[in-house]
Nanobody
Framework: QVQLVESGGGLVQDGGSLRLSCAAS????????MGWYRQAPGKQRELVAF???????NYADSVKGRFTISRDNAKNTVYLQMNSLKPEDTAVYYC????????WGQGTQVTVSS
């Protein structure tokens, strides 16, 4: 079992920045991948970014160049640095871990005001 706890969400103005954190309950070094997904009201959950166990990253086209995912194995934590935020980035952001079983955090709200 893996527990994931997200933090760092909040309200920010258009063009602002936030950093999300996802702390895992055990060592993430051996995880296949960790990632961030988001779900806006009335929309399906979508992948934002993920990072593999060897550090390869992948991003949704809509966030490329603005968001950066990173991991700190010593702290069992994955981060999502979000810059140049737009109102369309407003959503609940969920942390995901593939061990290869799938685990989810409880989500953290990000609201970008115009």
């Amino acid at each position: 079992q893996v527990q994931l706890v997200e933090s760092g969400g909040g309200l920010v103005q258009d063009g602002g920045s936030l950093r999300l954190s996802c702390a895992a309950s055990r060592n993430i070094f051996s995880f296949n991948a960790m990632g961030w997904y988001r779900q806006a009201p009335g929309k399906q959950r979508e992948l934002v970014a993920f990072i593999t166990g060897v550090g390869n990253t992948n991003y949704a086209d809509s966030v490329k160049g603005r968001f950066t995912i990173s991991r700190d194995n010593a702290k069992n934590t994955v981060y999502l640095q979000m810059n140049s935020l737009k109102p369309e980035d407003t959503a609940v952001y969920y942390c995901n871990a593939k061990t290869p079983m799938n685990y989810w955090g409880q989500g953290t709200q990000v609201t970008v005001s115009s």
